[in-house]
């Protein structure tokens, strides 16, 4: 059994630009949730997918955008990137249901310039 | 809508003394809570939730909905524990997650 694995690790941006994040999920696991964490803050909750469908969006403007593919992997995509947008992004999948432990990536650190 | 807060930033004990984490949130329901640990170089993990009203590494936490809080505890620290600790809250089955600040715990010998 494999566990969350995200690439890259690491990127820089120059702002304007747009960005691509993958995530695949634990075998198994058919939810994926993405989250934002900022230097010294907590994670925040961008979205959620449940079978390919998104299901729940946290307070992220339209130009984060996600998708989940039949194999449950998923992107993050943002767009028109802002010097704000430079985090430690997270992914965490779950097997859905109710009372289901999420399980995290190790993240992407996304710096923007 | 859901908070978590997590009043202190940073928690210095010595090994073998008591250690408690604070967490508050305000949410108009029945939530789940979580807390998540992160040690040096490794990725966020559960640590535990109130469903199961279990003790991991020693660790224990009781949600008191009077007071809207969700304190960890653990009698006696171990340098081990030295961690970032995050708590957390879910509306509902589903695992969308609000994150308190965090609370950074270094265990001195």
């Known amino acids: 059994e494999t566990g969350v694995t995200q690439s890259p690790t690491h990127l820089i941006k120059t702002r304007g630009q747009q960005v691509t994040l993958r995530c695949s999920s634990q075998s198994g696991h058919n939810t994926v949730s993405w989250y934002q964490q900022a230097l010294g803050q907590g994670p925040q909750f961008i979205f959620q997918y449940y079978r390919e469908e998104e299901n729940g969006r946290g307070n992220f403007p339209p130009r984060f955008s996600g998708l989940q593919f039949p194999n449950y992997s998923s992107e993050l995509n943002v767009n028109a990137l802002e010097l704000d947008d430079s985090a430690l992004y997270l992914c965490?999948?779950?097997?859905?249901?109710?009372?289901?432990?999420?399980?995290f990536g190790q993240g992407t650190r996304l710096t923007v310039v | 809508a859901q908070r978590v807060t997590q009043p202190e930033k940073l928690l210095s004990v010595f090994k073998g003394a008591p250690v408690e984490l604070k967490c508050n949130y305000s949410y108009s329901g029945s939530p789940e809570l979580f807390w998540y640990v992160q040690y040096s170089r490794q990725r966020l993990q559960l640590l535990l939730r109130?469903?199961s009203r279990e003790s991991i590494k020693g660790f224990t936490a009781d949600l008191n909905k009077g007071e809207t809080s969700f304190h960890l505890k653990k009698p006696f620290a171990q340098e081990e524990d030295s961690a970032m600790y995050y708590c957390?809250?879910?509306?509902?089955?589903?695992?969308?997650?609000?994150f308190g600040g965090g609370t950074r715990v270094l265990v001195k010998p």
């Open positions: 109130h469903i």
């Open positions: 957390a809250l879910s509306k509902a089955a589903g695992n969308k997650l609000t």
């Open positions: 965490a999948s779950s097997g859905g249901g109710l009372d289901t432990e999420a399980f």
